[in-house]
């Protein structure tokens, strides 16, 4: 690890061996100035005015070389933090302080975001936050020289917290926002995009009462503290959830095709073997189902993933779809995600206009009938996708679907539940923690006849 000035919290040098031992607070304050204004000059005037105010001794000049002098020996082992001597003053050349790895980190959580890869987005923005040891530039805040980048680094700092609770909503972990929007409404009540993302949170997680009760305590809040009302957003959002707009419920993250991992495979030859012995199977005609089991990281969601590398490369059509965490996760979420990655933005077909029931935007155009029972609409729905599949698989030859479930409750009849799928449709691997394989003896034992049956795809 090479040698990094930290200026988000108190100011620091750590190198390697550990944190470096810096002098007095002049010293301090001197290496904050030049950090602040890295890769420029800082004129000698600028740097005593820093250090001294409006009363510098007389002796200013040659007791700040002397404190220049102090701050190159303790960085002699830092070639990345060097002090330069440049007319009319010094200045820190390099690039190596916190706030640059931060503003690197997010740029890229932000570029991921924009993608769709929300998980990563979430990680780099857990990351940068994590460089954050408090206000930035702690010590000297409150001085001139400070004042403005500490106030823009604050500034930051808030905006990115803001940043990954849309990117944690975008990713379905709304139950989790909740806390984490809480945390930071309390933390800056006046900041209004901290309110709506709450009473986002809230309606995705099925609290619709509390998401409006979210409102009135922001428009209480700004008419006793300002006097004015909840700027547009937040009166959008509110109207919004009145309505129960569309709009408002988690769209799926979008699906990439599968690609190969930076890293092999280890110790699941014989596994991934049957695997692509039954994707043959299905390219003749002949479905399989297959239920992968084990401990959280033992390595299912590797294998299916290696699996789907595997049967792309043969030509197979390649679906997946995951079970969302948290009490508001959507029913029938991995079908959702799987057919609007498949469909990429097409129509459903004719033949499946049930699935529009599913889709979002597409509900408003679902053929309308007689109002049916909560089993006959799911035995419509199910039926839809399975016949969606059949139609993709009788194009492709076989198609393979994946659904992997995180939640330890999770029961498969929730996220699968077609077991009348035709012979064209390939398998549906349903990976899941040991755990969520606690179920009842009659849920085992249909899921035991669905994978007995050659010409079934999916469980049920």
Same mark, same amino acid.
């Given at each position: 690890?090479?040698?990094?000035?930290?200026?988000?919290?108190?100011?620091?040098?750590?190198?390697?061996?550990?944190?470096?031992?810096?002098?007095?607070?002049?010293?301090?304050?001197?290496?904050?100035?030049?950090?602040?204004?890295?890769?420029?000059?800082?004129?000698?005037?600028?740097?005593?005015?820093?250090?001294?105010?409006?009363?510098?001794?007389?002796?200013?000049?040659?007791?700040?070389?002397?404190?220049?002098?102090?701050?190159?020996?303790?960085?002699?082992?830092?070639?990345e933090l060097a002090i330069v001597t440049r007319a009319p003053g010094y200045l820190l050349a390099g690039s190596a302080t916190d706030v640059r790895v931060a503003?690197?980190l997010v740029a890229e959580a932000r570029s991921a975001a924009a993608g769709g890869a929300h998980a990563t987005a979430i990680a780099r923005f857990d990351a940068?936050?994590?460089?954050?040891?408090?206000?930035?530039?702690?010590?000297?805040?409150?001085?001139?020289?400070?004042?403005?980048?500490?106030?823009?680094?604050?500034?930051?700092?808030?905006?990115?917290?803001?940043?990954?609770?849309?990117?944690?909503?975008?990713?379905?972990?709304?139950?989790?926002?909740?806390?984490?929007?809480?945390?930071?409404?309390?933390?800056?009540?006046?900041?209004?995009?901290?309110?709506?993302?709450?009473?986002?949170?809230?309606?995705?997680?099925?609290?619709?009462?509390?998401?409006?009760?979210?409102?009135r305590r922001l428009r209480d809040l700004l008419a006793e503290q300002l006097g004015v009302d909840p700027g547009p957003q937040a009166r959008e959002m509110e109207?919004?959830?009145?309505?129960?707009?569309?709009?408002?419920?988690?769209?799926?993250?979008?699906?990439?095709?599968?690609?190969?991992?930076?890293? #092999?495979?280890?110790?699941? *030859? !014989?596994?991934?073997?049957? &695997? /692509?012995?039954? @994707? =043959?199977?299905?390219?003749? +005609? %002949?479905?399989?189902?297959?239920?992968?089991?084990?401990?959280?990281?033992?390595?299912?969601?590797?294998?299916?993933?290696?699996?789907?590398?595997?049967?792309?490369?043969?030509?197979?059509?390649?679906?997946?779809?995951?079970?969302?965490?948290?009490?508001?996760?959507?029913?029938?979420?991995?079908?959702?995600?799987?057919?609007?990655?498949?469909?990429?933005?097409?129509?459903?077909?004719?033949?499946?206009?049930?699935?529009?029931?599913?889709?979002?935007?597409?509900?408003?155009?679902?053929?309308?009938? #007689?109002?049916?029972?909560? *089993? !006959?609409?799911?035995?419509? &729905? /199910?039926?839809? @996708? =399975?016949?969606?599949?059949? +139609? %993709?698989?009788?194009?492709?030859?076989?198609?393979?679907?994946?659904?992997?479930?995180?939640?330890?409750?999770?029961?498969?009849?929730?996220?699968?539940?077609?077991?009348?799928?035709?012979?064209?449709?390939?398998?549906?691997?349903?990976?899941?923690?040991?755990?969520?394989?606690?179920?009842?003896?009659?849920?085992?034992?249909?899921?035991?006849?669905?994978?007995?049956?050659?010409?079934?795809?999916?469980?049920?």
């Amino acid at each position: 690890m090479p040698a990094v000035l930290r200026i988000l919290g108190p100011i620091e040098v750590v190198v390697p061996r550990g944190e470096v031992v810096l002098g007095g607070a002049k010293e301090r304050c001197l290496l904050a100035v030049l950090a602040v204004h890295t890769g420029e000059v800082v004129a000698e005037d600028r740097l005593v005015d820093a250090l001294w105010g409006a009363t510098p001794p007389r002796t200013a000049a040659k007791t700040l070389q002397n404190y220049v002098l102090r701050l190159r020996r303790r960085l002699e082992d830092c070639p990345e933090l060097a002090i330069v001597t440049r007319a009319p003053g010094y200045l820190l050349a390099g690039s190596a302080t916190d706030v640059r790895v931060a503003e690197s980190l997010v740029a890229e959580a932000r570029s991921a975001a924009a993608g769709g890869a929300h998980a990563t987005a979430i990680a780099r923005f857990d990351a940068a936050l994590a460089l954050w040891r408090g206000p930035a530039i702690a010590e000297f805040a409150d001085r001139d020289f400070a004042r403005t980048e500490a106030a823009r680094l604050d500034e930051l700092r808030a905006s990115v917290a803001e940043d990954r609770v849309d990117a944690v909503l975008a990713a379905g972990r709304h139950h989790e926002a909740v806390a984490d929007c809480e945390r930071l409404v309390a933390a800056q009540p006046l900041r209004e995009r901290r309110w709506t993302q709450l009473m986002l949170a809230l309606y995705r997680d099925g609290r619709q009462g509390e998401a409006l009760a979210a409102y009135r305590r922001l428009r209480d809040l700004l008419a006793e503290q300002l006097g004015v009302d909840p700027g547009p957003q937040a009166r959008e959002m509110e109207a919004a959830i009145l309505r129960h707009d569309a709009a408002l419920s988690p769209r799926p993250p979008a699906a990439t095709r599968p690609a190969a991992a930076a890293s #092999p495979c280890v110790g699941r *030859d !014989e596994e991934l073997a049957t &695997l /692509l012995a039954y @994707v =043959a199977d299905a390219a003749a +005609g %002949r479905g399989r189902v297959a239920f992968l089991s084990g401990e959280p990281g033992i390595g299912k969601t590797r294998l299916l993933a290696e699996l789907a590398v595997e049967a792309t490369s043969r030509g197979t059509l390649v679906l997946s779809g995951r079970c969302l965490e948290g009490a508001g996760a959507l029913p029938y979420h991995p079908f959702v995600e799987a057919i609007e990655a498949c469909l990429d933005g097409e129509e459903p077909p004719p033949a499946a206009a049930a699935l529009r029931l599913l889709l979002p935007g597409h509900a408003a155009d679902a053929p309308s009938g #007689p109002e049916l029972r909560p *089993d !006959e609409v799911r035995t419509r &729905l /199910l039926d839809g @996708v =399975a016949r969606f599949l059949v +139609g %993709r698989a009788v194009a492709r030859r076989s198609c393979c679907c994946s659904t992997t479930c995180t939640g330890p409750t999770t029961r498969p009849s929730r996220c699968c539940g077609t077991p009348h799928v035709g012979r064209p449709v390939a398998a549906c691997w349903w990976s899941a923690p040991t755990a969520a394989a606690r179920w009842g003896t009659r849920s085992r034992k249909r899921w035991a006849r669905c994978a007995a049956r050659p010409s079934a795809a999916c469980c049920g």
